[in-house]
């Protein structure tokens, strides 16, 4: 197999292990805010208040973009390629120059 072969295999590889993991990220943010509100559905009810509605057999369904993840994904990389320039690693280290002003 070729190197650019091996490296564009690679790279789908990266790109849907990345969505992969967006998406999981979104699917527990999702849950937290469920859990969340199904809690305060049952504080409602025990406190009495009477603002609970009977749509208990409802389902909730969410639909995420495609083009909303690759945004995200686009977005990962460029904060990933800008963490590993040269520029980046210069403000890592902290350096300075003649004057005491860190290097931009």
Same mark, same amino acid.
């Given at each position: ?55 208990? !057999? =409802?389902?909730? +369904? @969410? %639909?995420? #973009? ?6 995200? *994904? !686009? =977005?990962?990389? +460029? @904060? %990933?390629? #800008? ?6 690693? *210069? !403000?890592?280290?902290?350096? @300075? ?8």
């Amino acid at each position: 197999m070729g190197a650019e072969t091996k490296e564009r295999k690679e790279k789908k590889m990266n790109d849907k292990d990345l969505r992969t993991q967006i998406n999981s990220l979104i699917r527990d943010e999702i849950q937290e805010d469920i859990n969340n509100y199904v809690d305060a559905v049952d504080e409602t009810k025990k406190a009495g208040l009477g603002f609970v509605s009977n749509d208990d !057999k =409802e389902k909730l +369904k @969410v %639909k995420i #973009s495609q083009n909303e993840i690759d945004k995200i *994904i !686009k =977005e990962y990389k +460029k @904060v %990933k390629k #800008s963490e590993r320039s040269n520029l980046a690693h *210069i !403000k890592k280290l902290g350096l @300075v120059d003649k004057n005491g002003k860190p290097l931009t």
